[in-house]
Every structure is written in structure tokens, then in C-alpha cells.
């Protein structure tokens, strides 16, 4: 499974920017049946979780920094996932990265180790 992110760029604060993730491959069975999350890194700092999408159910999840202002979505026909992100502040600035996996339990959405494919990354700069 291929996962390519695009959609990052640079934002004022208080503005808006909207990732979008695509799966692709030949091992990609039935993009429904993954579990799809989205995480970011910021310079010196470890991976965290965003945002997910969980495999069957359409539950959605957040971290706390971002609930609120970020919205997850799935396309299970166009195999894509987005995250609209509004009111970016300053620390959203990172690298974000789009996941996937179709095993992954609920309990594990947010840990980023639980997750098979990864994107190669988008880069979002919030500049105050």
C-alpha cells in the first residue's frame, strides 16, 4: 500500500490549510477496511497523533490539541482521507504525516508504532 500526502504549505494564523492522503498498490484490498490516521512531527519533537479514522464503524478521533479546529474525513471510492485544518495556530507547524494500517484495534488509533504504511510527509508552516 502506497500512501501519497499532499496539501501542506504555509498559513498565517487563524487561517485554514487541507491535507489530502491517497492510497494506492496492489496490495490495497478494500481501502474501507483500513484504518486511517494522521500524525506530525515537529522539529526535536517524537511523532504524535493528530487525527484517525477507524477501519469499519466511521468513528473518528482526536487529539485534543486539535479537536475542534481539525476535521477528519474518508472518500472510500476515491481511496483518500483528508484533514481540514482551521484556526491554525503557531504549534501546528510540523511535518504531518498521513497512516494507515488494517489490523489496527481501536485502542491503538493513536499510537503511531500500530500503523503498517506510512506517507512520505507534507510539511505545514503556521507563521504568528
Known amino acids: 500500500v502506497q500512501l501519497q500526502a499532499s496539501g501542506g504549505g504555509l498559513a498565517q494564523a487563524g487561517g485554514s490549510l487541507r491535507l489530502s492522503c491517497a492510497a494506492s498498490?496492489?496490495?490495497?484490498?478494500?481501502?474501507?477496511?483500513?484504518?486511517m490516521g494522521w500524525f506530525r512531527q515537529a522539529p526535536g519533537k517524537e511523532r504524535e497523533f493528530v487525527a484517525a479514522?477507524?477501519?469499519?464503524?466511521?468513528?473518528?478521533y482526536y487529539a485534543d490539541s486539535v479537536k475542534g479546529r481539525f476535521t477528519i474525513s474518508r472518500d472510500n471510492a476515491k481511496n483518500t482521507v483528508t484533514l481540514q485544518m482551521n484556526s491554525l495556530k503557531p504549534e501546528d507547524t510540523a511535518v504531518y504525516y498521513c497512516?494507515?494500517?488494517?489490523?489496527?484495534?481501536?485502542?491503538?488509533?493513536?499510537?503511531?508504532?500500530?500503523?503498517?504504511?506510512w506517507g512520505q510527509g507534507t510539511l505545514v508552516t503556521v507563521s504568528s
Open positions: 498498490g496492489r496490495t490495497l484490498s478494500t481501502f474501507s477496511s483500513y484504518a
Open positions: 479514522f477507524s477501519r469499519s464503524g466511521g468513528r473518528t
Open positions: 497512516a494507515a494500517d488494517e489490523r489496527i484495534i481501536l485502542s491503538s488509533l493513536r499510537d503511531p508504532r500500530r500503523y503498517e504504511h
